[in-house]
């Protein structure tokens, strides 16, 4: 028994050593077996934890769990996990610093988010691209936007090719035109000479004097006619014993002499003055005194030398003639205003010459030299002015009452010793006071009537 019992006390140590090996190889396989019970190092840690937490930023951006924001016409914050259409007007609130969006037209959006339902997610592509990408797309959408438009300068350039002809067709037809293209003073020469022409037809002379006339409107077309003698084959289409010749003669002559002073001077050398005041005295249609009377007018007026030749030819009792002849009460007032332009011609011109302090300036003595005044006196156009207010038009009126007051200082004593006038101013003066109060009514405070009754007022107040 002894022996047996230090026997067993022997064995006691080796039995927990036997007992520590055996645990220690029970832990080494478990941490074979199973990685996760093994010991790890920090770097692997952290790798883990960087690769766990970009899963979960791709799963935020993941496009199947992004809401599509429905912005209105006001503007509402954007909060995160949020879609906006395109189109939409995004601003950041620099207040609050969150994002705010809102729709920006109407029409836009209905076309952005045509198709689009409510709840609906957006495939959002979440790729990223490196700047040599983007370059590489920029080139491209410019290489097709370049496309694009080189075909439609193309298509441009072919529709213009179509519609019209190019510079150098248009070029060789001009050259080949251009023996037939006139400048003025040729198509003027051609006109005199179909006009001047035994072998044109009465309708063909007719047609050169009126198209002829269309350009002597021209100072530099009317001086040109001078320079191969067309104003004087034009003068002596005046002694024709056509009327309509005579008529459109003058039409082209009126034309040619308004505010020309060089063709002025050459028609009265070339005694268009005397044929005009001729075809006035003698008998002719009413269309062919006018242009007779109008190119009377366009030769006198602002020429003084020309006014004395009329003067001393008897033009004034040529006139007279002509406003006391049946059927010619419209060509009255026509020479009523004449003569009150010849009258207030001079005046402005002694005016001007004394503003100025010329005493002899060769304008004013030519001036001065006109009689005017006194021819009208003797001749007793005093009385018939006073008589042509009593045409019923009140243009008619407006320029005879012009006249009398230009012609009161010579013509007073006639105007009082004559009782019909006063009747007529009087009767006149009545009329134009109703018509200018129907003015006040209208809000016209200085009407056209008032400045009627006015003159009326001044000559009646000069003639008491």
Known sequence: MPHQGLLLFRMAPLGMLLGMLMTSCFTFCLSHKNSEFALTNPEESSTKETERKETTAEEELDPKVL????????????????????????????????????????????????????????????????????????????????????????????????????????KKDFEELNVVIETDMQIM??????????????????????????????????QDLLSFGGLQVVINGLNSTEPLLKEYAAFVLGAAFSSNPKVQVEAIEGGALQ????????????????????????????????????????????????????????????????????????????????????????????????????????????????????????DA?????????????????RYRQDPQLNRTLVTLQAEYQALAALEVQDGEDEGYFWELLGSINSLLKELR
Not at 82 to 109: C, I, M, Y
Not at 193 to 201: A, D, G, L, M, Y
Not at 398 to 413: F, H, I, S
Request: with cysteine; aromatic share 6%; glycine share 4%.
């Open 189 to 222: 020469v051609r006109l005199i000479n179909k006009f001047n022409s035994s072998n044109s037809s009465l309708e063909e002379k007719i047609a050169a004097l009126f198209d002829l006339e269309y350009y002597v409107h021209q100072m530099d077309n009317a």
């Open 67 to 170: 809401e599509v924001f429905h912005p209105t016409h006001e503007w509402q914050a954007l909060r995160p996990g949020h879609a906006v259409p395109a189109g939409s007007h995004v601003r950041l609130n620099l207040q609050t610093g969150a994002r705010e969006v809102k729709l920006q037209d109407e029409d836009k959006l209905r076309n952005n988010l045509k198709g689009l339902k409510k709840g609906k997610r957006l495939d959002i592509n979440t790729n990223t691209y490196t700047s040599q990408d983007l370059k590489s797309a920029l080139a491209k959408f410019k290489e097709g936007a370049d496309m694009e438009s080189s075909k439609e300068d193309k298509a441009r350039q072919a529709k213009v090719k179509r519609l019209f002809r190019s510079i150098e067709e248009l």
């Open 275 to 394: 044929k005009l005041l001729v075809v006035l005295a003698t008998e002719q249609s009413l269309t062919a005194k006018k242009k007779v009377l109008f190119a009377l007018c366009s030769l006198l007026r602002h020429f003084p030398y020309a006014q004395q030749q009329f003067l001393k030819l008897g033009g004034l009792q040529v006139l007279r003639s002509l406003v006391q002849e049946k059927g010619m009460e419209v060509l009255a007032v026509r020479v009523v205003t004449l003569l009150y332009d010849l009258v207030t011609e001079k005046m402005f011109a002694e005016e001007e010459a004394e503003l100025m302090r010329e005493t002899s300036p060769e304008k004013l003595q030519q001036y001065r030299q006109v009689h005017l005044l006194p021819g009208l006196q003797e001749q007793g156009w005093c009385e018939i002015t006073a008589h042509l207010l009593a045409l019923p038009e009140h």
């Open 397 to 413: 009126r407006e320029k005879v009452l012009q006249t009398l007051g230009a012609l009161l200082a010579t013509c007073r004593d």
